[in-house]
């Protein structure tokens, strides 16, 4: 009688590789799309201002209305949210065949990142449709939340140390923070594009939706840094160790820069 018991089958382990990389592919493409796309219009919105500046006073025209942006922004916006809908998807499809914490942890970073560009994604267009960009940043940390409640409930068995729970918390606040200056800097370009006057500090507007964001970044840091601190010291593998101090890496830059945030708001206002 033939004996079926063994190790998984090889297939399952193509599988898991080709669904990783291709969810990191998607995490990076629909990134560049949304990059882009950004570079794409301000190139347009600053070209038509410089024609626009000999044929009328200056201050007193728009580069289109904020219909005419909300549009422009509909088609980077729409192929990158599907590239990373396919990304997330790929890294679901991945965790069917991890059988190991580090194939977990792989594929929760690629389904992590693109869930987080994903709403991205979607915040981004609605940047042309209110008046405050800060207005988004409760909108951003309650999508930030949520997909971070997801990878832990979805990839509970990678996140079973407080190593692993520190370096999820510290990929989470760099995302947001990304995610936060991407959309900080759309709230400018709509400035450029869509008011007649000259934007008011337009750098400060980053700093201040930065600001925002930092908040409830920095309080996830602060937990991600005393919970690396914590599995650093009772690590009772090399493995561990090393999630851990990957851990305490992620969030010590970006604890700096929360606390830093309000002295350089405070430099640009004086």
Request: aromatic share 8%.
């Amino acid at each position: 009688m033939t004996d079926h018991s063994g190790p998984a089958p090889v297939p399952n382990k193509r599988v898991l590789r080709t669904m990783h990389r291709l969810s990191l592919f998607c995490a990076l493409t629909g990134l560049a799309v949304l990059i882009g796309g950004f570079i794409v219009l301000s190139t347009s919105v600053f070209d038509e201002m410089s024609a626009s500046a000999n044929l009328v006073i200056p201050g007193e025209f728009a580069v289109m209305s904020d219909g005419e942006f909300v549009r422009s922004l509909l088609p980077a916006a729409g192929v990158a949210g599907i590239v990373h809908l396919a990304g997330v998807i790929a890294g679901f499809v991945g965790r069917k065949h991890a059988e190991e914490r580090a194939e977990l942890g792989r594929c929760a970073l690629g389904v992590g990142v693109n869930a987080f560009f994903l709403g991205c994604a979607g915040i981004i267009p609605a940047v042309g449709l209110v008046p405050d960009p800060r207005a988004l940043v409760p909108l951003l940390a309650v999508c930030g939340g949520a997909v971070l409640f997801g990878c832990f409930s979805l990839f509970e068995r990678f996140f079973s140390s407080a190593g692993a729970t520190s370096v999820g918390l510290g990929v989470a606040g760099l995302l947001t923070m990304g995610e936060a200056l991407l959309i900080a800097l759309f709230a400018v370009l709509k400035d450029f594009a869509t008011t007649s006057e000259d934007p008011f500090l337009p750098g400060l507007t980053v700093v201040i939706v930065c600001l925002y964001a930092g908040v409830p970044v920095g309080i996830a840091q602060l937990t991600g840094l005393i919970k690396g601190i914590r599995a650093r010291r009772n690590a009772d593998s090399a493995a561990e160790r090393a999630l851990a101090t990957w851990g305490i890496v992620l969030n010590v830059p970006l604890c700096w820069c929360v606390l830093f945030l309000p002295l350089v708001v405070l430099a640009a206002i004086s």
